[in-house]
């Protein structure tokens, strides 16, 4: 991409001066007697100097620690590499920093049930439920897993567990039992909280029968702690009784003494989050985050990258099933007001999240790539019919944004917002690229590598290049990096999943570019990069262009093995009462070819009425790619509709020219 593109977005230079990344610039200049300039310039030097870096923002995060240590970095070597190794401190105690009446969270639930919590009533809830734990003898190492919806009583689980060094691990609810017995089967909790019904899209769905076959079916499970949230406590109470070992939440915590609570203090690494990978590839990997590596992390994205303050309200449209939620409610650190809402963003109308947003007060609205184009889709245009005068930031992950996407946004919901598209996984638990308000907003870019991370694309000789597609890799250790995966004793699958392609060198497993501009493109998973006579193509480049026509709501692409070549198959999900004609061939064909090349260019075009996807919404390429070669897909339970997986099988289509 050439540096001629126009930005969408632009700060001005006193909001520039006056956010916190612009702060850390100068405290980092008056620090170590320098003259960075721009972000640019910080950048590089916190990939250089590291220690320095990390240790910096130590301090302008303020974390709380018990201890430090003098060494900031021991072994380098990725993997092990050991950060802030003498350190001693506890994730919990940062996050509940404040104990005042400003509002931490309030719970929105997509049936218009609300609540909130003040940060002094936050305090008391954790301190609450964490003397229940240590009562029900959950120690330091344990894990408490949540099967749980987006409300205050899962955050106050987390942080509870957090408090005394335990390991939270959580699905959302509308996991299948496959799907919760592969996750928590695996790394065996001493407790359990779960809903006992939820919301979503307008129905009630009812959790009871998978609680009693979860409990029934993972022998570490001590004690089901119930969360009334269809239900009220009287019937929660009566519905669970004769399910074994279960108790409700109110029940469970009164039964147990006074305790003041106490932050349990752990090494850097200690294992915080047990996370899960998608699981489309076979049973899911548990992957295993440390406390401090997270705490620096989100500190860092919070304050600089996103420029979070005690005044803002943050919302995250997310399950607790995606690391989007962890990311969400590490938000308290800065003080800010988290808005937690679970259900279905479409429910009762397009809008409701706008709705949300105006009577919340959001100045950080955060969602995914596939609800702003639905939103799109949908004819809906939010500056018309909604005020948004708090709202500063609009973020995007999930899958790459669009320029239409892009364009959307400013044209349709707000124009002065800096709007960013953001980059990582569940495997770092946050980003390797993502938004900054100190720089401009460019069509289809990420805005930057994020702070400390030594993010590089590579070519196939292991070069570094800019202004090409290649390899996202990090070629220097992060604080959060996995401590390592559970039951994993010799490393071998860590090191397998991101240490094969180049030993010591993060391969993250994106198709990317790095721009003339410091930007960040994102073409899609390595995995599906379609491969016509020779030429890598990423998916995100075909799925912008189809974007642009209106009839087709949404789509996915795979490349088949077809006479000694890969051809291109697109299959679109059309709008009710359109049907696939030649001429919408040719349309969707000219429009893709028009903006990329010929090789870009579908073979064949094909209507489906699903498209399967991830429990976070996550389109499936490789599953369907198997599908179409007959090949087995190992891992159904991690799909949220695996039934749409047999649109895929024997079409004639695709049996011919």
């Known amino acids: 991409m050439s540096n001629n593109t126009q930005p969408l977005w632009q700060p001005s230079f006193d909001a520039i001066h006056a956010t916190q990344m612009d702060q850390f610039r100068r405290l980092v200049n008056e620090r170590f007697a320098l003259e960075l300039a721009d972000y640019a310039e910080l950048y590089q030097w916190s990939v250089d100097r590291r220690e320095d870096f990390w240790n910096t923002l130590w301090d302008f995060g303020e974390v709380i620690a018990s201890q430090r240590g003098e060494r900031t970095l021991g072994s380098d070597a990725m993997p092990g590499a050991e950060w ?108 359990l909280l779960a809903c006992e019904g939820y919301y ?23 004690k089901l702690v119930v969360v009334p949230v269809a239900r009220n406590r009287e019937e929660t109470a009566a519905a669970i009784g004769d399910i074994e070992r279960a108790v409700t939440l109110q029940d469970f915590e009164s039964a147990a003494p006074e305790r003041p609570l106490i932050f349990e203090q752990t090494d850097f690494n200690h294992p915080l989050y047990i996370m899960y990978s998608s699981g489309t590839t076979g049973v899911p990997k548990c992957i295993v985050h440390g406390a401090g590596g997270t705490l620096l992390q989100h500190l860092k994205e919070h304050r600089l990258h996103t420029d979070l303050k005690r005044d803002d309200a943050l919302f995250y449209f997310t399950t607790c099933g995606w690391m989007m939620w962890n990311w969400l ?91 960013s598209s953001i980059s990582g996984g569940t495997d ?59 039951n994993d004793e010799d490393g071998s699958r860590y090191r397998g999943a991101y240490f094969e392609n180049w030993p010591g060198v993060w391969a993250h497993g994106d198709y990317a570019e790095i721009t003339e501009h410091g930007g960040v493109i994102i073409y899609g998973r390595s995995d599906a990069v379609l491969n016509p006579g020779g030429v890598r193509i990423g998916t995100a480049e075909i799925y912008r262009q189809v974007e642009k026509v209106d009839e087709v709501l949404e789509s996915i692409c795979i490349g088949q093995d077809w006479r000694d070549d890969v051809r ?20 969707i064909r000219t429009t893709i070819r028009a903006n990329t090349t010929p090789r870009h260019v579908p073979a064949k075009v094909i209507q489906v009425t699903d498209i399967p996807r991830t429990i976070s919404g996550k389109i499936v390429e490789l599953a369907v790619r198997n599908v179409v070669h007959g090949k087995p897909v190992k891992n159904k339970e991690a799909l949220a509709n695996p039934e749409a997986l047999a649109l895929y099988e024997n079409l004639p289509e695709l049996q011919g020219d």
């Open 84 to 191: 802030f190794p003498d350190a001693k401190l506890n994730f919990a105690e940062n996050l509940l920093r404040y104990r005042d009446d400003r509002i931490a969270l309030v719970e929105r639930l997509e049936n218009g049930n609300r609540r909130e919590l003040s940060y002094a009533d936050l305090h008391r809830r954790v301190e609450r439920l964490a003397a229940a734990l240590v009562a029900e003898g959950v120690e330091k190492g344990d894990r408490v897993a949540g099967f749980m919806p987006n409300i205050i009583d899962t955050a106050v689980a987390m942080l509870a567990a957090a408090s005394i060094g335990a390991i939270w691990t959580s699905c959302s609810p509308d996991f299948g039992i496959n799907g919760v017995l592969d996750r928590f089967g695996q790394v065996e909790p001493k407790v």
């Open 200 to 222: 979503y899209n307008g129905k009630t769905i009812d959790s009871l029968p998978r609680l009693r076959e979860v409990v029934a079916r993972i022998d570490s499970i001590g």
């Open 329 to 419: 409610v590490s938000g308290l650190a800065c003080g800010a007001t988290l808005v937690l809402f679970d259900g279905s963003p479409f429910y009762p109308a397009a809008e409701g999240l706008w709705d949300m947003a105006d009577e919340e007060g959001i100045s950080v609205f955060g969602t995914s790539a596939k609800y702003i184009a639905a939103l799109e889709k949908s004819g809906r245009k939010p500056r018309e019919t909604h005020r948004l005068e708090k709202l500063r930031a609009v973020l995007s992950t999930g899958s790459p944004l669009a320029h239409e996407g892009f364009r959307y946004v400013y044209r349709d919901i707000k124009q002065d917002v800096c709007l």
């Open 428 to 486: 770092i638990v946050s980003c390797f690229a993502l938004g900054n308000p100190t720089l401009p907003v460019y069509p289809g870019e990420l805005q930057c590598r994020g702070l400390g991370m030594a993010v590089e694309v590579w070519n196939d000789d292991g070069e570094p290049v800019v202004g090409e597609k290649g390899e996202l890799v990090c070629a220097r250790s992060f604080p959060c990096m996995p401590v390592g995966f559970w």
């Open 568 to 587: 291109v198959v697109l299959f679109v999900v059309l709008r009710e009462s359109v049907e696939l004609d030649d001429e919408l061939i040719q349309k």
